[in-house]
């Protein structure tokens, strides 16, 4: 399976203008969970001719085609990643917005278990944990 985003477009068989590959570009390198407007201010910055419109349309194609995944984490704002990275699941720093990605293998045990014991084979799941910083 192809890892980079314009990769698996390409294998996809969706045509890949020069603005297509500078957002796909700008998506593989996002450490982050970026929404649409941030997508725009970085893609526009490698690119000024990029439109807000077209990082929308390509996103929603992206998304359509299985190659990104919306994620919503209560702040109003669609962001998104790659639908084909490692599972993880995500802290959300409510002061800041912050996204923090974690894997706990007990989480994960204790989920399978939790499906089992109700008579389900767990298939896949997403969590997502809200907090603020502790004051010591």
């Known amino acids: ?15 890949m203008t ?3 590959r500078t957002i796909a570009g ?3 390198r996002a450490r982050d969970h970026p929404h ?6 970085r893609a526009s910055a490698a690119d000024p001719r990029i439109s807000l419109a077209t990082v929308y349309r390509t996103v929603k194609l992206l998304e359509e085609s299985g190659i990104l995944e919306k994620v ?3 702040d109003g704002r669609a962001r998104y990643e790659s639908a084909e990275r490692e599972h993880h699941d995500h802290l ?3 002061d800041t917005g912050k996204v923090i990605e974690f894997v706990d293998p007990e989480i994960e045990e204790l989920q399978e278990r939790i499906a089992s014991k109700l008579g ?8 997502e944990l809200y907090g603020v ?3 010591d």
């Open 18 to 20: 020069e603005q297509r």
């Open 36 to 41: 649409v407007e941030e997508l725009h201010a």
């Open 26 to 28: 700008v998506l593989d």
């Open 120 to 127: 389900y084979r767990l298939m896949g799941h997403r969590m």
């Open 92 to 94: 959300i720093d409510l």
């Open 72 to 74: 919503d984490f209560g």
């Open 133 to 135: 910083p502790k004051k």
């Open 1 to 15: 399976m192809p890892r980079t985003i314009i990769a698996r477009c390409e294998q996809k068989g969706l045509r």
